[in-house]
């Protein structure tokens, strides 16, 4: 929770010109190396000309007193019923990498992201904005595995590893899942899971994205064709239930909320 505090702090002072991938870039460092963390940050406020000598200082001055102070509240978020969801809505692509790069701050092994939803919803979009924000590498490629069925990322220097899964091929049934060895993946590692309907068993810790397009008109994964899409998320465990909130709390889903009613 430390890095989501951080990265509010990063969110409400730079007007938005840091990248997704830049801030849960540091923030990733910051779980392992808060002076690495800062480092990357100073030469990315420094590279910029967007910013005024003053306002990186701010920046600067701001982030870590915040994150020490609220990270003391780490159970506030516990008491949530196990109802608790959010429904949003995602009007471009870019939105929908953001909230991947957003949900992928303070990721790490035994986090699985369940991803439901027609062709071309925008699995695949989600995972790129999460893989590319948890690396640190912008202009990694993230395609779906559609065919290979896994593709493998490293973090950390590879104490990490992010997998990226579309069962859509599988049909569930009899040995079809055991090359992928779930149960390890599950339990050590960052698991994105696209087609989850497959599975003969669900962690239950989990978050469960479900998405769906506001339109019979579609291209591609990312959504070209402008449509937007509406998303589900459903938390399980105290964990992601935590996470969740704290992001709503925060404001970072305030102006894609919906009213349940809409959908």
Not at 99 to 111: C, P, R
Not at 144 to 158: C, H, K
Not at 161 to 190: C, Q, W
């Amino acid at each position: 929770m430390l890095a989501i505090t951080v990265v509010s702090s990063l969110r409400h002072n730079s007007k938005g010109f840091f990248p997704v991938y830049i801030i849960a870039h540091v923030m990733s460092c910051l779980l392992v190396r808060p002076t690495n963390a800062f480092a990357i940050l100073s030469h990315h406020l420094q590279s910029t000309n967007l910013l005024s000598q003053r306002h990186q200082n701010v920046i600067l001055e701001r982030i870590y007193p915040t994150a020490r102070r609220n990270h003391k509240n780490k159970n506030h978020w516990l008491n949530l019923t196990s109802s608790y969801s959010l429904d949003l809505s995602i009007p471009t692509a870019e939105d929908m990498e953001d909230i991947g790069g957003l949900l992928s701050v303070d990721s790490t092994n035994g986090d699985v992201i369940l991803l439901d939803g027609d062709l071309g919803a925008g699995k695949t979009c989600f995972s790129r904005g999460f893989i590319r924000a948890r690396t640190g590498l912008g202009n990694e490629r993230v395609t779906s595995p559609t065919y290979l069925l896994s593709n493998t990322y490293s973090v950390n220097g590879g104490n990490t590893k992010i997998y990226h899964m579309d069962l859509y091929r599988l049909s569930g049934t009899g040995d079809d899942l055991a090359p992928l060895d779930l149960e390890n993946v599950f339990s050590n590692g960052i698991s994105l899971i696209e087609w989850p309907s497959r599975l003969k068993e669900l962690p239950s810790a989990r978050l469960d994205i479900s998405l769906s397009i506001d339109s019979t008109i579609q291209n591609d994964d990312c959504g070209t064709d402008s449509k937007r899409r509406f998303m589900k998320l459903m938390p399980y465990g105290d964990r992601w239930v935590e996470r969740l909130a704290f992001l709503e709390s925060e404001g970072y889903f305030e102006d894609l909320i919906l009213d349940s009613s809409i959908i």
